[in-house]
C-alpha cells in the first residue's frame, strides 16, 4: 500500500518506555485485553497474552478479560468498552486494502474491530467515489500509506490461516452475498 509500511518498525522496549513518557503516562496506564476465541481461530487468547506480556514489559497495567465470544459480540455492537484491546485474526478479504478498513473501521460499519477517526473516514469516502483504479492506489500509497503508518491504528503480528472442513458431512453453510470474508462459521450445519 505504501512505501512507508515496508519499514517495520523494531520491537524496542526502551524507545516504547520513553514515548509513554513523552506523552504523559511515566508509569504507564491500565488497558484491557479481551481474550477472546473466534470461530477457526481458537489461538486467539494465546496471541493476546503473548501482547500482554509485552504491554507489562514496557510498564503497561494489563487487565486480562476472558470473554465468550457471544458476550464479546453484544458488548462491542453495544460499544460498551471504548479502549479495549482485543488479539483478532481477521478471515476477511478484498481486491483492495481500504476496502478492508471499510469493513472494520469506519464510522458508518456495522463491525468497528480497529479505529473510528475522521481522518480515515474521508479516506474511505474519497476511496469509494474514485472510479479510477490509478488513483485509488495513489491515494492509499502517498496518502492514506502513510497517514495509517504515523497514526498506527493496529500492530499486525503475523498472518495467519483458519481452517474450513470441505467435503460430504459439510451440510449448509449460509453466507452472506457480497461479504468480503470467511463468515457464518457458527451456522455450519452437518449432512
Do not use: C
Not at 22 to 39: D, Q, R, S
Not at 78 to 106: D, H, K, T
Amino acid at each position: 500500500m505504501s512505501d512507508a509500511l515496508l519499514k517495520p518498525i523494531p520491537y524496542d522496549p526502551a524507545r516504547a518506555k520513553t514515548l509513554l513518557a513523552e506523552a504523559g503516562y511515566p508509569n504507564g496506564f491500565e488497558v484491557t485485553m479481551n481474550l477472546t476465541a473466534w470461530p477457526g481461530r481458537g489461538f486467539l487468547p494465546d496471541v493476546g497474552e503473548a501482547v500482554a506480556t509485552y504491554w507489562e514489559k514496557i510498564g503497561l497495567k494489563v487487565k486480562r478479560r476472558p470473554v465468550d465470544r457471544a458476550v464479546f459480540s453484544a458488548d462491542f455492537r453495544a460499544r460498551s468498552y471504548p479502549g479495549v484491546a482485543l488479539a483478532y485474526a481477521g478471515p476477511i478479504i478484498a481486491p483492495e486494502p481500504w476496502e478492508l478498513f471499510a469493513r472494520i473501521a469506519q464510522t458508518k460499519s456495522a463491525v468497528h474491530l480497529l479505529v473510528e477517526h475522521p481522518k480515515l473516514d474521508a479516506f474511505i469516502e474519497r476511496l469509494g467515489a474514485e472510479p479510477s483504479a490509478a488513483e485509488r492506489a495513489r491515494i492509499m500509497r502517498e496518502e492514506m500509506g502513510p497517514w495509517l503508518y504515523e497514526y498506527m491504528p493496529a500492530v499486525s503480528i503475523g498472518a495467519t490461516h483458519s481452517i474450513a472442513g470441505v467435503g460430504p458431512k459439510v451440510g449448509e453453510w449460509p453466507l452472506i452475498p457480497g461479504h468480503m470474508g470467511v463468515h457464518n462459521w457458527e451456522y455450519v450445519s452437518r449432512k
